[in-house]
Nanobody
Framework: QVTLVESGGGLVQAGGSLRLSCAAS????????AGWFRQTPGKEREFVST????????NYADSVKGRFTISRDNAKKMVYLQMNSLKAEDTAVYYC?????????????????WGQGTQVTVSS
């Protein structure tokens, strides 16, 4: 069983940067695809980025491509999301997820492990 805990959210001005962290526990984490999703009130949870178990393959939503970078450290059981050039529309609760899926899988329902979420607010 994999458990996830996010941290690093907060309030930032448009154009600024934040780094989200996700601490994982569970022996199988290093074999799972990991990812970040986000959700705003009244909307469905949406895909942001995923990374393969090895870290060699990544996938990004078009809306964040070129601004966000996902990475992982399996030795530390950590996943990161570096967010640069933040926009007001990036405001959301960000969730870390992990699952036995391919990195191209972007549907939240296919990910079995979730964190509690961390709020990111970008002021314009």
């Amino acid at each position: 069983q994999v458990t996830l805990v996010e941290s690093g959210g907060g309030l930032v001005q448009a154009g600024g940067s934040l780094r989200l962290s996700c601490a994982a526990s569970g022996r199988t984490f290093s074999t799972y695809t990991a990812g970040w999703f986000r959700q705003t009130p009244g909307k469905e949870r949406e895909f942001v980025s995923t990374i393969s178990w090895s870290g060699f393959m990544t996938n990004y939503a078009d809306s964040v491509k070129g601004r966000f970078t996902i990475s992982r450290d399996n030795a530390k059981k950590m996943v990161y999301l570096q967010m640069n050039s933040l926009k007001a529309e990036d405001t959301a609760v960000y969730y870390c997820a992990a699952g036995e899926v391919l990195v191209k899988v972007t549907t939240p329902e296919d990910y079995g492990a979730w964190g509690q979420g961390t709020q990111v607010t970008v002021s314009s």
